[in-house]
């Protein structure tokens, strides 16, 4: 049996302000035609359809014609809500969908059933595991009287994946969106309190294959049948040097699990361009370059140019971001380290804070303890939203 796996769609995201819808339609038809190609079963969907709990009008046709594409040639989907998505608007819907091979995870409520599927090798069970927060799973087994309520996201995982009643005697595919221990971010996705939605990739031993979500950047944690495919398209400049792909997942006999990738090629590429404002404006520059990609620009002028991004707009239509490096901007220590703040969580501050306070690094049952802090600071700030 054979299947496309992708995620983190992020359907109605605007970049820089720049719609990305008429790109996510592109590359979402490549997927159809690459699903064919490969005489895919399935197409897999690790969360995040959209960028927003209450997407758009234009993402949700958007979606609904990617569906209905698959539909039409018989390949069955199999998708999970993520943390950008609302799992109740997700889910809505999710029987009737069934009935086209359309299959939705539902609102966790403490019961995962498997979805069983056969071939030549014999049967197949497929978990969707929607985005799992340790306060959703309190709330569903404070009411069946659990004894011990978790207070992480690994302990959540863990006791959702304990409940399964996976038969290890098959094979298991899981979908989830979640971010797991070792996996390496970028500038475009969101980022959690000191790492608090960690969870350890041991959790997955019983899947054969487990298609994860949430993580921009396509990589294997621990073996590499955990993988996350990334996104179809790059959503920030620290992704302009991956090439964005799709994770195609052969499972023959239990334990014969095959993975590789296809390149997607995008409507429009991200690039970074970097030089004087003369040498960008260049023809000998510009004229092998597909100058409607998207662009950051870098000038390096020592003075600035006077309405830069305007003047270069012109011959880079889809220029998202104009900065400068040059004498003045690298003696500017303190404004960049301010910008490094913005991208460290509050337990990376707390560390440096502690470390340059006391010229040691904090011990474990201290940030054990400041990592639990965080966490009933964060649980309490969104059961107050």
Same mark, same amino acid.
């Given at each position: 049996m054979k299947f496309l796996h992708i995620s983190d769609l992020h359907l109605g995201k605007r970049v820089y302000e720049f719609s990305m819808a008429e790109d996510q339609e592109y590359i979402l038809s490549q997927i159809v035609s690459i699903a064919e190609k490969e005489q895919a079963d399935a197409v897999i969907i690790a969360g995040d359809i959209y960028d927003k709990p209450? +997407? &758009?009008?234009?993402?949700?046709?958007?979606?609904?014609?990617?569906?209905?594409? =698959?539909?039409? !040639?018989k390949i069955e989907v199999f998708l999970i809500s993520g943390n950008h998505d609302c799992a109740q608007r997700i889910a809505f819907g999710a029987q009737l969908m069934s009935g086209r091979g359309v299959y939705v995870s539902p609102v966790y409520d403490g019961t995962i059933a498997?979805?069983?599927? !056969? $071939?030549?090798?014999?049967?197949l069970s497929v978990y969707l595991l929607p985005f799992?927060? +340790?306060?959703?799973?309190? !709330?569903?087994? *404070?009411?069946?009287?659990?004894?011990?309520? +978790?207070?992480?996201?690994?302990?959540a995982l863990a006791l959702v994946i304990s409940r399964m009643e996976i038969d290890r005697e098959?094979? @298991?595919?899981l979908a989830a969106h979640q971010f797991v221990t070792g996996a390496g971010r970028c500038e475009s996705e969101e980022i959690v309190?000191?790492? =608090? $939605?960690?969870?350890?990739?041991?959790?997955?031993?019983?899947?054969?294959?487990?298609a994860l979500g949430h993580i921009h950047s396509p990589q294997c944690i621990g073996r590499e049948t955990v993988r996350y495919c990334g996104t179809p398209l790059k959503y920030s400049f620290s992704e302009a040097e991956q090439e964005k792909s799709v994770t195609v997942v052969e499972c023959r006999e239990k334990g014969q699990t095959y993975v590789c990738t296809v390149p997607l090629h995008p409507l429009h590429d991200m690039r970074v361009i970097r030089g004087t404002y003369l040498e960008l404006t260049a023809r000998s520059f510009y004229q092998d370059m597909d100058t409607k990609d998207y662009i950051k620009a870098v000038l390096t002028d020592e003075e600035d140019i006077p309405d830069g991004i305007r003047? /270069?707009?012109?011959?880079? +239509? @889809?220029?998202?971001? /104009?900065?400068? $490096? @040059? &004498?003045?901007t690298r003696q500017e220590q303190l404004?960049?380290?301010? *910008? *490094?703040?913005?991208?460290?969580?509050?337990?990376? =501050?707390?560390? *440096?804070?502690y470390e340059r306070q006391n010229n040691q690094p904090m011990s474990t049952k201290q940030r054990t303890y400041l990592i639990h802090l965080l966490e009933e600071i964060r649980r309490g700030a969104h059961e107050t939203d």
């Open positions: 209450v +997407p &758009s009008v234009e993402a949700v046709q958007i979606f609904d014609r990617f569906l209905t594409a =698959l539909a039409e !040639r498997p979805i069983s599927l !056969r $071939d030549e090798y014999g049967e799992i927060r +340790p306060a959703v799973v309190r !709330r569903v087994w *404070e009411k069946e009287g659990q004894a011990h309520l +978790p207070e992480s996201y690994q302990e098959k094979r @298991n595919i309190v000191g790492g =608090l $939605d960690q969870v350890d990739a041991q959790l997955f031993d019983a899947f054969d294959y487990v003047k /270069l707009r012109i011959l880079y +239509p @889809n220029l998202l971001q /104009l900065s400068y $490096d @040059n &004498s003045r404004i960049e380290a301010a *910008e *490094e703040v913005e991208h460290k969580s509050e337990l990376e =501050l707390f560390e *440096e804070f």
